[in-house]
């Protein structure tokens, strides 16, 4: 009886250590969302300026009235596809993400923001509009603090009905002092120069398919593009369904693994033959044109991407 009750005392004082220390390691962990009074904070928060008008997110969301005493509301929410930098050469990573408006009527309008950190706290920048109801893909950090926002939209004239196909890339430096965005020509982030181009800086449109055998592929349909993700998987819209999976890179070497489409039949549909190329791909390489090159297995031929 003695040896028992022993065992329970120890057993119970190394329960209460091990809860210590998680308790201990869980609010270490979690300093950056937490201050010292406990009350958590939404690294999302922050007062932002759209359209001139201030929007104050809490918790990540925003809700005011259109006009006073009106019904309708102008909602704006964080979105994501968050990156983190020191956009003022503090030493303290800030952050940028992409929020949403719906201002009472059918469409959702897609801003980039950024959070800067400062000694009294945060501040938030002019937002710059992407579009409305467009496919964000990935934000990345460029050469100098710019950030690369790349997504896809409607070509003029498609309706909102349509999926959004057209690959775009927006090149963006904050100005710390104004806190306000500058839009950069593209070629400044080396678009035409290989050695500065990456897989994922942008959306890439499949442009056509040249084999060793003199023949080639062209897409019957403009909407085969393909985005490549930080966390190593990629998507491609097609002409019928879309196709999906993860891809690893070993220097210029690339594979593309546990693809995955939609099964909905499209008669003349090319997604078959684009699938399959990816599946086919061993290598890859950009060229001054700022293209991406797919290098196809044993040499018989190449994909090529603008």
């Known amino acids: 009886m003695k040896h028992t009750l022993i065992f329970v005392l120890v057993l119970i004082i190394l ?10 390691k869980f609010n270490t962990t979690n300093s950056d969302i937490y201050n010292q009074n406990g009350t958590q904070i939404n690294v999302h928060d922050g007062t932002y300026q759209i359209n001139g008008q201030s929007i104050t997110l809490k918790n990540g969301i925003s809700e005011v009235e259109v006009a006073p005493g009106s019904a309708s509301k102008i909602i704006t929410r964080y979105f994501g ?9 503090d030493g303290v990573k800030d952050r940028v993400f992409l929020i949403t408006q719906e201002t009472g009527g059918s469409g959702t309008f897609f801003y980039v923001v950024a959070r800067v950190n400062i000694p009294s706290g945060s501040v938030g920048s002019d937002a710059v509009f992407l579009g409305d109801r467009i496919a964000p893909q990935s934000t990345n ?23 959004p196909s057209e690959g775009k890339s927006k090149w963006l430096l904050l100005d710390p002092k104004t806190m306000q ?3 950069v020509a593209q070629n400044f982030e080396g678009e035409a120069n290989p050695a500065m181009m990456t897989l994922d800086m942008k959306p890439w449109r499949w442009v056509k398919t040249t084999y060793n055998n003199d023949t080639e592929m062209k897409p019957k349909i403009d909407r085969f593009v393909l985005a490549f993700k930080n966390d190593k998987t990629f998507s491609a819209s097609t002409d019928c369904n879309g196709v999906g999976g993860e891809y690893t890179v070993t220097g210029n070497k690339i594979s593309f693994t546990r693809m995955f489409s939609t099964q909905m039949y499209c008669e003349g549909s090319q997604e078959s033959e684009f699938a399959k190329m990816l599946e086919e791909t061993q290598s890859f390489l950009f060229t001054s044109k700022g293209e991406l090159i797919l290098e196809l297995k044993f040499d018989s031929g190449s994909v090529i991407f603008n």
């Open 81 to 89: 596809n968050d990156v983190e930098a020191d956009l003022n050469n």
């Open 141 to 163: 950090m460029g050469k100098g603090n710019v950030v690369v926002v790349n997504y896809a939209e409607r070509k003029q004239g498609e309706a909102f009905t349509v999926q």
């Open 15 to 24: 329960t209460l250590l091990v809860l210590g220390a998680g308790i201990i």
């Open 181 to 183: 965005f500058g839009e």
